[in-house]
């Protein structure tokens, strides 16, 4: 099995390395700063040999430029036709990549931003800033029907794929999740396990596609009822999984 560590940038950033447990080998996915990636490398006397990219926002970029100049023939993966210029092995929907003795499949995932995408299988899934614990990024650039049909993506997933998403925003998105759905029993119970983990100065990620499923109100839409508790000005007349998501995610922008 894969070995997946966390190297803590910024305020609230995870670049994640995956690891070869039968090398020194390592990949990093989404790094947005370099320094942490080299401390890290250096204690952990680990050799670079690529990067994952899933989006072109710059805290998930800035940091490879500087890596190259350490490891200037690493192969850096990311979204075929994105913004951002560095990318040398360019990825569309259903490319797969081996690394670490596993295959990574690419799924395309709009609506954070039009050229996201996450690298996935059974086990493991990258999903930068599409899939959050408890939430889902803002729509910068695609539109909440884009983004349902990435979540639907990721939720045909076994419940059991961790998810390793690229911020902590866990405790910030539950709060708005119990908003949403007071009464939803997991999410409270869950809700009390994430805390002491962040007072402990514990990770909440990764999480699961199945705990995804039961706290989540962006991977809930489809119920009937998860508009119950939305403020009516954010409530449209269509009665869509579509159109549920848009009013859930034009509330969180203005919780």
């Given at each position: 099995?894969?070995?997946?560590?966390?190297?803590?940038?910024?305020?609230?950033?995870?670049?994640?390395?995956?690891?070869?447990?039968?090398?020194?080998?390592c990949?990093?996915v989404?790094?947005?700063?370099?320094k942490p990636?080299?401390?890290?490398?250096?204690?952990?006397?680990l050799?670079?040999?690529?990067?994952?990219?899933?989006?072109?926002?710059?805290?998930?970029?800035?940091?490879?430029?500087?890596?190259?100049?350490?490891?200037?023939?690493?192969?850096?993966?990311g979204?075929?036709?994105?913004?951002?210029?560095?990318i040398?092995?360019?990825?569309?929907?259903?490319?797969t990549?081996?690394?670490?003795g596993i295959?990574?499949?690419?799924?395309?995932?709009?609506?954070?931003?039009?050229?996201?995408?996450?690298?996935v299988?059974?086990?493991?899934?990258?999903?930068?800033d599409?899939?959050?614990?408890a939430?889902?990024?803002?729509?910068?650039?695609?539109?909440?029907?884009?983004?349902?049909?990435?979540?639907?993506?990721?939720l045909?997933?076994?419940?059991?794929?961790?998810?390793?998403?690229t911020?902590?925003?866990t405790?910030?998105?539950?709060?708005?999740?119990?908003?949403?759905?007071?009464?939803?029993l997991?999410?409270?119970?869950?809700?009390?396990?994430?805390?002491?983990?962040?007072?402990?100065?514990?990770?909440?990620?990764p999480?699961?596609?199945?705990?995804?499923k039961?706290?989540?109100?962006?991977?809930?839409?489809?119920?009937?009822?998860?508009?119950?508790?939305?403020?009516?000005?954010?409530?449209?007349?269509?009665?869509?999984?579509?159109?549920?998501?848009?009013?859930?995610r034009?509330?969180?922008?203005?919780?």
């Amino acid at each position: 099995m894969v070995q997946v560590d966390a190297i803590k940038a910024f305020d609230d950033n995870y670049i994640w390395v995956i690891k070869d447990p039968t090398s020194s080998s390592c990949w990093v996915v989404d790094p947005g700063d370099e320094k942490p990636v080299l401390d890290y490398l250096n204690q952990q006397n680990l050799t670079l040999e690529g990067i994952l990219v899933t989006h072109h926002h710059w805290d998930h970029t800035d940091g490879i430029a500087p890596l190259l100049t350490s490891f200037p023939h690493l192969p850096v993966y990311g979204p075929k036709n994105g913004k951002y210029q560095g990318i040398t092995r360019p990825l569309v929907e259903h490319d797969t990549i081996t690394l670490a003795g596993i295959t990574l499949k690419v799924i395309a995932t709009p609506g954070h931003t039009l050229d996201h995408i996450c690298y996935v299988n059974n086990e493991v899934a990258f999903t930068g800033d599409t899939l959050f614990n408890a939430g889902c990024g803002r729509l910068f650039e695609g539109t909440p029907e884009q983004m349902w049909h990435s979540f639907n993506k990721l939720l045909s997933l076994p419940n059991s794929c961790q998810v390793y998403c690229t911020h902590e925003y866990t405790l910030a998105n539950l709060a708005f999740a119990h908003a949403v759905e007071p009464n939803n029993l997991a999410l409270t119970e869950y809700h009390q396990q994430a805390q002491k983990l962040r007072q402990a100065g514990r990770s909440t990620i990764p999480t699961t596609i199945g705990q995804q499923k039961a706290i989540n109100p962006f991977a809930r839409a489809a119920k009937a009822d998860i508009l119950a508790y939305t403020p009516r000005e954010f409530i449209s007349n269509d009665s869509t999984p579509e159109a549920h998501f848009a009013a859930l995610r034009k509330w969180k922008d203005n919780f």
